[in-house]
């Protein structure tokens, strides 16, 4: 299922709403290549947005080929869809984050096209003691139209309480808010 949404405005009346404050965060770099992630989650202790933010764990999208329970959960949960080949080729991914809804905790992962993020994103919920997984592929135009593929839902908690949560790890409010995706049972 795609849907097609115009976003200027939203982005427009986010950043009047933020102010300086957001735009000097978003300055700094929030992301870097898998490869560099790898070493750095290993030799770093994980850290959070603010005193009540979920723990971030070290699994990300980059795991894709190292974790054989995450790939089969993503293959399964991609079936039938034709994904982009940056995802395998270099991505920019960003520590996984804990959010819960329908009783199941997820690991949310995000991903971008290296130098081209604004325009290709991916965000991903795995949950592993399940090896269930939902996405979303976004795909701007260029022009303010952004085309967005859902991926593995199937009429469960995830149509609704997953596709806030995938679309807060696209938008950034997931790592600005991470206490906020972890919904009751």
Sequence with gaps: MTIRRMIPALTFAAALALGQTALAQETAPATQ??????????????????GEAAPETGLTLADLGKDQKL???????????????????????????????????????????????????????????????????SVRDGEGAELLTWLGMAGGPETIDGRTILYAALSGSLANHPADFIYAE
């Excluded at 290549?33 to 603010?50: G, I, K, V, W, Y």
């Design 33 to 50: 290549p898998a490869q560099e992630l790898a070493q750095d989650t290993a030799e770093t202790p994980n850290q959070s947005n603010s």
């Design 71 to 137: 790939a089969t959960a993503f293959e399964k949960m991609a079936d039938g869809h034709q994904l982009p080949a940056w995802l395998r080729e270099g991505a920019v991914v960003s520590p996984s984050q804990k959010v819960a809804f329908g009783g199941t905790e997820y690991l949310a992962m995000t991903a971008c096209e290296q130098h081209n993020c604004a325009e290709n994103q991916m965000a991903v919920l795995y949950a592993p003691d399940s090896g269930t997984a939902y996405g979303v592929l």
